[in-house]
């Protein structure tokens, strides 16, 4: 490994990711390759921007003509596909991109790894691709139950990674990552969102009863178990990476308000997402086999989270304008007119 392309790397996972390895492994070129989507964002990667070993280079995974150009120009031996549509409402509201990305995209950077004799591939999937688990912890060799277009989607880039492993013999492995939170991450998902609406004492959505469960994984965390799993990872294996920290979304959600010394009079119980999981966990014993542990409590994170985003309006103050708003608007108009 010498030249790794990291796709996604201008999002919230994919550049904390670009962060730890640029520093960890200065023997390695890291070439971050991102079309830039409304999620990807240059502001992510400042901290490495000056590195000798970080590369930025814009493309689509769906693009083989790019994508061939940039794995010439840096003689690209390993891929780490962090590139994806990541949005379950936005899935459900224009399921297009997802389809490009997530699975056509895909199956366009396994065609050339596999024809440019790439070393390693790594895909970074999803705890959604195991669907709603209504009791215990899934373990990797579940069955598939992905129940929105984004989980769906998500499922059949995965198992195309796995035939290219299967018949190519490409050296590939998967991750699938629980709910992940921290710095950088886009305000539409709930954590950032609720944290920046809070803050400008607007009115915090939670769909439905507020009773689903998610387990949160600290993005730090999350970062270094995708790079365990690149470095150890059984080629042909997947690999949970989760958080081991269940909570129900009103947990999370009146945690967040009382770190900000805010009243439960903000929250708006709205109509529920349709398609809407109740519950994922995952059991993790397989990557901690290979040495990996969480670093702090999910406390202590949530608090440096939010933190955080205090900090740092200048981060996202300029990402709620212009596209955001229609985004919230299709969103969250109708939902919030119908609040209890
Ligand atoms: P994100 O939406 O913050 O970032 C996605 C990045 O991919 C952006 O920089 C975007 O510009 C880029 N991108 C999108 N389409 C592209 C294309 N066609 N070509 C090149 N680049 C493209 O996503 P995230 O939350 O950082 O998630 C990263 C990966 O981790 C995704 O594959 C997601 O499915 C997976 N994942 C996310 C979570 C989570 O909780 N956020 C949990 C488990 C797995
Ligand atoms: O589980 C891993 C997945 O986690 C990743 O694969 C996805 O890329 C990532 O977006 C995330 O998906 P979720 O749908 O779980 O995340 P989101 O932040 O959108 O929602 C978390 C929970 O909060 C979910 O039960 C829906 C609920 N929610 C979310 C929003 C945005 C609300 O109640 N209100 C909201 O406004």
């Not at 693009?63 to 409402?89: G, L, M, W, Y």
């Not at 912890?137 to 290219?164: Q, T």
Request: with cysteine; charged share 25%.
């Amino acid at each position: 490994m010498k030249n790794i392309m990291v796709t996604g790397g201008a999002g919230f996972i994919g550049s904390a990711f670009v962060r730890y390895m640029v520093k960890q492994y200065p023997q390695y070129n890291v070439i971050v390759y991102d079309k830039l989507t409304y999620a990807g964002n240059l502001d992510n990667l400042l901290p490495v921007h000056d590195e000798p070993n970080y590369r930025f280079e814009r493309g689509d995974i769906a693009d083989r003509e790019t994508v061939k150009r940039v794995f010439d120009s840096h003689q690209i031996d390993t891929v780490v596909n962090f590139a994806a549509e990541s949005h379950v409402d936005r899935s459900i509201l224009s399921p297009d991109a997802f389809i490009h990305t997530d699975v056509v995209g895909v199956y366009i950077l396994l065609d050339e790894s596999k024809q440019h004799g790439l070393e390693r591939f790594l895909h970074v999937s999803t705890d959604e691709v195991y669907g709603d688990v209504d009791e215990g912890f899934s373990v990797e060799a579940d069955p598939f139950a992905p129940n929105s277009p984004y989980a769906a989607s998500k499922a059949g880039g995965e198992l195309m990674v796995r035939a290219y492993h299967v018949t190519h013999g490409l050296n590939a492995v998967i991750t699938r990552g629980s709910n992940t939170f921290g710095p950088y991450h886009y305000p539409e998902k709930l954590i950032p969102f609720f944290v920046t609406e809070a803050l400008d004492n607007r009115p915090l959505p939670v769909y439905g009863d507020g009773m689903q469960v998610r387990d949160w994984l600290y993005v730090d965390d999350h970062a270094r178990g995708v790079d365990v799993v690149l470095h150890k990872g059984v080629a042909g294996e997947a690999y949970n990476v989760a958080g081991e920290n269940l909570r129900h979304n009103m947990d999370i959600t009146k945690q967040i308000l009382s770190l900000l010394g805010k009243g439960d009079s903000l929250i708006k119980y709205v109509p529920d997402r349709p398609g809407h999981d109740r519950r994922y966990a995952m059991n993790c014993d397989k990557l901690r086999a290979l040495g990996w542990e969480r670093e702090k409590p999910f406390e202590a994170r949530l608090e440096e989270t939010v933190k955080w985003y205090v900090d740092n309006e200048w981060w996202w103050r300029k990402i709620k304008t212009g596209e955001y708003l229609d985004y919230y608007k299709r969103q969250y108009a109708a939902r919030l007119a119908a609040a209890e």
